[in-house]
């Protein structure tokens, strides 16, 4: 027979590690063969000695009244020892496996303590199996060999594999274990230790441990079974937690659903508005936040990320991520390596948490104790979303036989469900909705169907459930995309759908009774604008609308759903134009369409005036000084914006211009221009009635010189020429330099200016040939005297 002693000190010492002498206490350094010691794996060897004994530590070193995880034999001779770790060989692994019988991983290494005990030889090896290990003793002659492992106290008194008492000279035994929560466990254990609680361990036969029990969000089904679900459902107003428990939003904002402190980058939110009342909140979209994308789930199966919209099928989509698909049910969004899913299909949203998805789960779906406000995020809602709304009561709806069908709950095929599912908050959140909200746009099928959906999750499947309430599990409004004023809903007669306008935006309207906004003056166009849904709501068919010209149709945007009409200077659309004192103005009207075919109508007629208006500049307002020859005036009374601006130059090119401060040589020639931008000049032309100079800024001060008057120049004043005046958006005109007998030297230019439209209308005035009559007493010139001009003017 092969000695063993003999057979295993033929195993060739690991290369490059030296064998260890040690004599006093030592920390042995194994990490190059670490021992997995009944389940916990160790690098180091903690060896010391008393008179009697030798104790090797895995953890620390012996201390009697604490004692740790050791191997603990008779101590040897002038108390020395000799450690080696040995290289793994298919020979001795088949040989410990043999002897053993119950290790399956292949070896590794091993440690191999030598020591003399009186005349006995005694080797120790400790072998590395991976997740097992195996202890062998030999001892060559017959000595009191006494060797024992042991694990820390703790441990012991629960401890299934016992203090292990070695004696036999030639046994090999097997380490190998698992440990939890203070016990250890043989490989090969299962212990199902209340299937109320549902918690497990099991030590596989390879001593790798698994432990189950329900995680903070699963389900224990009382057999032992954790089911993996934990269901959270937002519908209408109502958000029912993780736990069953159950809150109601009343404003319009943005809430966190579901956020953990273990994904700081992961964020689900619901959006909630507004439909056909002001005081009741739905919830109307779904957002993901993943890695700073948000995607957005919204009505109608829309779903959006970041700013473009994904087209989605029934095979999934992996999107930063999140895996994305679509059916006639809705959206579903799962984050596969957490196990949750969020499904939306318009109306409801169901956040399911299939495995633990770490230490808690925080938003409106994990604690419904938390504060509201703490779980509003206001980068995602509109700044005034927290006001309330308060609406007369709907006197139609018949409270108690709304409570009646959201009692089927508590039915046969729901019954079913109900030990699973505490039907009670869906039965409330019910109620709550439909006694005061009108049960139309599907909504008298949503808490049934969202009660459904979350027994689903239980393997319930309701038989029956659909037939018995005359529902769909089919998503309503699927693929009608309405915008953000909108949301979809019902027609009441034909049962179709369409998109509505939501009460709080269409109530702006209501309130003066229109059909749209003011209308937009720009860029020499007119474009009122009309809202779709309230069209819509009217029975107004927006392509049977026109202007004066029935050839100039709305336009409708396929986003906004709004209706534009226009006009503009090319366009007129039949504008009609008329003047007062201030303004010129430009008037349509959309009206609806006549067929000559219709003898009657029972459709609204549409008569919509609407107008864009230029102002006339007017002299009675305030004059001021200008200081910059480039500062100009806005006027933005009316609705078209103009601007007018005055400079003078000294040359009849029209390119030096005089400076505020230049200083001009009496009977210089100076050239005016008053002219005017953002003023189309086929539809308007500037005419200046009348300009004159005076000494003082006040522009009725005197004295007074005259320069145009009524469009023409003054004929007293032979130097001035009107160049061009009535015929385009400027104007033009010139006279010599002056001044003022006596007085101040300044001299302040005032003129006054009118708009005139130029359809049908000459707006060039009528000048006679000027009178050549000389006033020159009053225009006394001292050619010397240098002049400053002041230019004033009026508007
Ligand atoms: C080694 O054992 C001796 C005797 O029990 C003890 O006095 C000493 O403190 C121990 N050394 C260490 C490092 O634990
Ligand atoms: C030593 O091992 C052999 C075979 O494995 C066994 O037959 C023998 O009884 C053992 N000896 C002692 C003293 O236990
Ligand atoms: C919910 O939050 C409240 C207050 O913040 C806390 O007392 C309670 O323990 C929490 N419940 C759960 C299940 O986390
Ligand atoms: C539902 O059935 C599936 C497949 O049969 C199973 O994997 C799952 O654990 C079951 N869920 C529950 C909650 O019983
Ligand atoms: C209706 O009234 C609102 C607020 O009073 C105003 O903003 C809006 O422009 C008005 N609409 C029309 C078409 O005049
Ligand atoms: C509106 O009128 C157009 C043309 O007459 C027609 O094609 C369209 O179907 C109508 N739309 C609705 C909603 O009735
Ligand atoms: C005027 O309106 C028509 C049609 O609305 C458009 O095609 C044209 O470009 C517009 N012209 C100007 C000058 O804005
Ligand atoms: C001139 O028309 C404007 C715009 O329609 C109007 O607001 C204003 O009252 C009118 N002024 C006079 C004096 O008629
Ligand atoms: C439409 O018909 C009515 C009544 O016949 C008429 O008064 C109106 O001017 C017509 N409108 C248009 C745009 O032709
Ligand atoms: C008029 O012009 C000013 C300055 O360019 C601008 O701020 C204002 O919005 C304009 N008004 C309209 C009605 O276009």
């Known amino acids: 027979m092969l000695c063993p002693l003999l057979f295993l000190s033929a195993f060739i010492v690991l290369a490059g590690a030296q064998q260890q002498t040690v004599t006093q206490p030592s920390v042995v350094d194994i990490s190059s063969c670490p021992i997995t010691y009944y389940g916990q794996k160790y690098g180091k060897l903690y060896v010391n000695f008393t008179r009697r004994d030798i104790m090797m530590c895995f953890d620390k070193f012996y201390d009697p009244r604490n004692e740790g995880d050791c191997i603990m034999g008779s101590s040897p001779d002038k108390r020395r020892a000799y450690f080696n770790i040995v290289q793994a060989n298919s020979v001795l692994e088949r040989w410990v496996k043999i002897k053993t019988q119950t290790i399956q991983n292949s070896l ?6 030598t020591m003399q005990i009186g005349s006995s030889s005694i080797s120790l090896h400790l072998f590395n199996f991976g997740t097992e290990a195996a202890m062998f003793l030999e001892a060559d002659g017959i000595g009191l060999v006494a060797f024992y492992t042991r694990v820390s106290d703790v441990l012991i008194n629960k401890v299934e594999v016992n203090n292990i008492v070695y004696k036999s000279q030639n046994d090999t035994i097997d380490i190998s274990g698992c440990r939890h929560s203070d016990t250890v466990y043989k490989p090969g254990t299962v212990v199902n230790s209340d299937p109320q609680i549902c918690s497990s361990v099991t030590c596989s036969e390879t001593a790798t441990l698994q432990t189950s029990g329900c995680g903070p969000l699963e389900h224990c089904q009382g057999n032992g079974i954790c089911v993996l679900a934990s269901t959270c459902t937002v519908t209408g107003p109502t958000v029912i937690d993780v736990q069953g428990h159950m809150n109601s939003i009343q404003d319009h904002c943005a809430y966190s659903l579901f956020s953990t402190p273990s994904l700081p980058d992961f964020l689900v939110l619901g959006n909630f508005r507004d439909r056909r009342r002001k005081d009741v909140s739905f919830l109307d979209s779904v957002t993901l936040r993943v890695d700073g994308h948000d995607i957005h789930l919204e009505q109608g199966g829309r779903v959006q990320l970041d700013d473009s919209t994904l087209t989605l099928s029934s095979s999934s989509q992996l999107v930063h991520g999140v895996q994305l698909s679509k059916d006639q049910t809705g959206v579903t969004a799962e984050l596969t390596n957490l196990k949750i899913s969020v499904f939306f299909d318009g109306d409801t949203a169901q956040i399911v948490l299939k495995g ?36 007369t009561a709907d006197s139609t709806i018949d409270c108690n036989s709304v409570t009646e069908r959201c009692n089927l709950l508590k039915e046969a095929p729901f019954s079913s469900c109900n030990t699973d599912i505490d039907p009670e908050p869906y039965i409330t959140a019910c109620t709550d909705t439909l006694c005061k909200y009108p049960a139309v746009d599907g909504l008298n099928c949503q808490f049934l169907k969202a009660y459904a959906r979350a027994c689903s999750q239980y393997n319930h499947t309701l038989d029956g459930w659909t037939s018995k309430t005359g529902c769909s599990s089919e998503a309503f409004c699927q693929d009608r995309t ?51 849904c309230l069209l819509e709501d009217k029975d107004i068919n927006y392509s049977a609308l026109q202007l004066n010209d029935p050839t100039c149709r709305g336009r409708v945007d396929k986003l906004t759903h709004m209706v534009t009409f226009s006009f503009n200077s090319s366009k007129r659309c039949g504008t009609v134009v008329t003047t007062n004192n201030s303004y010129i103005i430009y008037k349509n009207t959309i009206r ?16 919509i005036d609407f107008s864009c208006v230029y102002s006339q500049p007017n002299i009675n307002t305030a004059t001021f000084r200008i200081r910059d020859w480039s500062v100009a005036q806005c006027i933005t009374s009316g609705a078209w914006n103009y601007t007018l601006t005055i400079k003078a130059y000294t040359d009849a090119g029209r390119t030096q211009l005089v400076e505020w401060n230049s200083e001009l040589q009496l009977n210089e020639k100076i050239r005016m221009v008053l002219k005017t931008d953002g003023l189309d000049g086929s539809m308007v032309s500037v005419v200046t009635d009348s300009c004159w100079a005076t000494d003082k800024a006040s522009p009725t001060s005197s004295p007074r010189h005259d320069l145009i008057i009524n469009g023409c120049a003054n004929p007293a004043d032979p130097t001035v020429q009107v160049e061009e005046n009535g015929l385009a958006t400027s104007t033009y005109f010139s006279f010599n330099m002056f001044r003022f007998t006596g007085g101040s030297s300044d001299i302040f ?18 000048c006679n040939t000027p009178a050549r009559v000389r006033r020159s007493a009053s225009l006394a010139y001292e ?13």
């Open 108 to 113: 590794r290494c091993s440690v191999q303590i």
């Open 356 to 391: 633990p998805a770490g230490s808690s789960v925080e938003g409106l779906c994990g604690n419904s104790s938390s504060s509201l406000s703490d779980l509003r995020l206001s980068e995602y809602s509109s700044t005034s979303c927290e006001m309330q709304y308060s609406e």
């Open 482 to 532: 309405c915008s953000d004023h909108e949301f979809c809903g019902e027609k009441m007669v034909s049962g179709d759908t369409r998109c509505f306008c939501r009460a709080i935006f269409a109530s702006k309207y209501q309130a003066n009774n229109s059909l749209g906004d003011a209308t937009v003056c720009k860029e020499n166009s007119a474009s009122p604008t009309l809202v779709g």
């Open 592 to 607: 609806s369409q006549n067929y000559s075919s219709d003898v009657i109508t029972r459709k609204d007629q549409v008569q």
């Open 749 to 766: 230019l005032h003129c006054q200016l009118h708009l005139c439209p130029k359809q049908g209308n000459n707006c060039i005035p009528t």
């Open 783 to 795: 050619p010397e005297a240098p002049a400053f001009i002041s230019v004033s003017w009026t508007y």
